[in-house]
């Protein structure tokens, strides 16, 4: 398939308007777009988003456009996974955007290009509490007849409080960083992980994927865990 080119705003918001050196910035550090074949064409984009300036930030609107090779639209979606939208000067957090591009579509290379444009507002609706983290990724782990290819993220609770709804986001990278796969999971709002405990996820990284990074000499080497809590005002 045809390298993707990747386009990229970022917007920079002020926290006041008396002091433009008094913000919060968001960059995408990385990101990689993914055309996948799965009973029909999915867009992926994975993206590693950081507050680069010094003041708090909310990731607050996402939209990611595909284009054919004519430069016409698509599809579009503003909806995403997004792991830790509150950040602090210096905090990443993850996005993870899928949309299926649509009837007609039946060949990923029909897919040439994409714009991903995330945006960010100053905010005082909330803090992201993070915790304790490791991770393991383990190719071809047999399971009955089958193997499977694992991400596996371990959350350690090191405040003193008991926390709900605590959430984890894994990204499969490869030896330079790049994201490969990225996947999220978490605590339900019923559960909490209790203060000095730990939990460990474990998510297989989808056959279609497999697939493509061993058509594409793609090759993981490591995973990335992000785990975190929200402190929400209302």
């Not at 994975?46 to 430069?71: H, M, P, R, W, Y």
């Not at 960083?177 to 000095?196: K, M, P, R």
Request: hydrophobic share 40%; proline share 1%.
């Amino acid at each position: 398939m045809k390298k993707v080119i990747c386009l990229l705003i970022v917007l920079s918001i002020s926290v006041s308007m008396s002091s433009a050196l008094a913000a919060g910035k968001l960059s995408v550090e990385q990101e990689n777009f993914y055309a996948i074949n799965e009973y029909g064409v999915n867009g992926y984009v994975f993206a590693k988003i950081v507050n680069t300036g010094n003041k708090d930030i909310q990731v607050n609107n996402v939209l990611l456009e595909i284009f054919d090779s004519e430069g016409d639209a698509l599809t579009s979606t503003d909806w995403a996974s997004i792991y830790g939208k509150y950040l602090a000067p210096g905090e990443y957090c993850y996005l993870r955007i899928v949309d299926d591009i649509g009837e007609g579509i039946d060949d990923p290379t029909m897919v040439d290009d994409y714009m991903l444009t995330v945006s960010g507002k100053s905010t005082t609706d909330g803090k992201t509490i993070w915790l304790e983290t490791s991770g393991e990724y383990k190719e071809n782990v047999q399971e009955g007849y089958w193997t499977y290819n694992y991400m596996y993220g371990t959350i350690t609770n090191n405040t003193d409080q008991d926390l709900y709804e605590v959430r984890i986001a894994m990204a499969l990278l490869d030896e330079d960083d790049n994201i490969l796969y990225l996947y999220g999971d978490g605590i339900g709002y019923n559960c909490a992980l209790n203060a000095g405990s730990s939990v460990t996820f474990r998510v297989d990284v989808d056959d279609d994927f497999i697939h493509y990074f061993e058509k594409n000499n793609l090759v993981p080497a490591s995973i990335d865990v992000i785990a975190y809590a929200y402190v929400e005002e209302y």
